[in-house]
Nanobody, 115 residues
Framework: QVQLVESGGGLVQPGGSLRLSCAASGIAFSLYAMDWYRQAPGKQRELVARITSGGSTNYADSVKGRFAISRDNAKNTVYLQMSSLKPEDTAVYYC?????????WGQGTQVTVSS
């Protein structure tokens, strides 16, 4: 059974930083690309960052240069380091993996950027 559990969200002031974590179980973690998505109120869920099994990364234009995705295969964990946060980064952040053609999501973690 695939499980993804996010942590690390919270309230932060504009310009601040947060690190999100996503612990995965039920898959051979090192073999799969992992994604972070986010969904703001009234908006569609959007892809924020992706890291492949080989460690290649790509980012949404809105977060390039501010966010960094990384993975620790020994801990079956993917991270999202978020810096220079803006109010428009406020959203629920979700971890995602596609496994044998099925999409799996974590429960989400709220990130609120506000003064």
């Amino acid at each position: 059974q695939v499980q993804l559990v996010e942590s690390g969200g919270g309230l932060v002031q504009p310009g601040g930083s947060l690190r999100l974590s996503c612990a995965a179980s039920g898959i051979a973690f090192s073999l799969y690309a992992m994604d972070w998505y986010r969904q703001a109120p009234g908006k569609q869920r959007e892809l924020v960052a992706r890291i492949t099994s080989g460690g290649s990364t790509n980012y949404a234009d809105s977060v390039k240069g501010r966010f960094a995705i990384s993975r620790d295969n020994a801990k079956n964990t993917v991270y999202l380091q978020m810096s220079s946060l803006k109010p428009e980064d406020t959203a629920v952040y979700y971890c995602h993996v596609r496994f044998y053609g099925d999409d799996y999501w974590g429960q989400g973690t709220q990130v609120t950027v506000s003064s």
